[in-house]
């Protein structure tokens, strides 16, 4: 099984950029989507975007379209996560995910079925 270690959380001003990662270890994730999510104190958690086993095909949630864009490193085994515009309403602890599929060329943050998380990282938007 993998290991998913996040990292780049922080305090971050409204409006305001950061990228977060997301390295594995311990296997390869040739036949694994990567999914981001998070959760605010009293939500439920969101699936926010995914990105394909072959890295060709991404997808997002309405609340971060356009503002976020993720990404995957295959060759280190690291994803990330780019955010722009940041708000106080994006403020939550955000998880790296695995999507095991034979399909590797597709993803939907509206089919998160998840086999392995990790611990997560805190993102504050401060006004």
């Known amino acids: 099984q993998p290991q998913l270690v996040e990292s780049g959380g922080g305090l971050v001003q409204p409006g305001g950029s950061l990228t977060l990662s997301c390295a594995a270890s311990g296997e390869g994730l040739d036949y694994d989507a990567i999914f981001w999510f998070r959760q605010a104190p009293g939500k439920n958690r969101e699936a926010i975007s995914c990105v394909s086993a072959s890295g060709t095909n991404t997808h997002y949630a309405d609340s971060v379209k356009g503002r976020f864009i993720i990404s995957r490193d295959s060759a280190n085994n690291t994803v990330y996560l780019q955010m722009r515009d940041l708000t106080p309403e994006d403020t939550a602890v955000y998880y790296c995910?695995?999507?095991?599929?034979?399909?590797?060329?597709?993803?939907?943050?509206?089919?998160?079925?998840?086999?392995?998380w990790g611990k997560g990282t805190l993102v504050n938007d401060s006004s």
């Open positions: 995910a695995t999507q095991y599929t034979i399909v590797r060329t597709l993803c939907s943050v509206r089919s998160p079925t998840i086999d392995f």
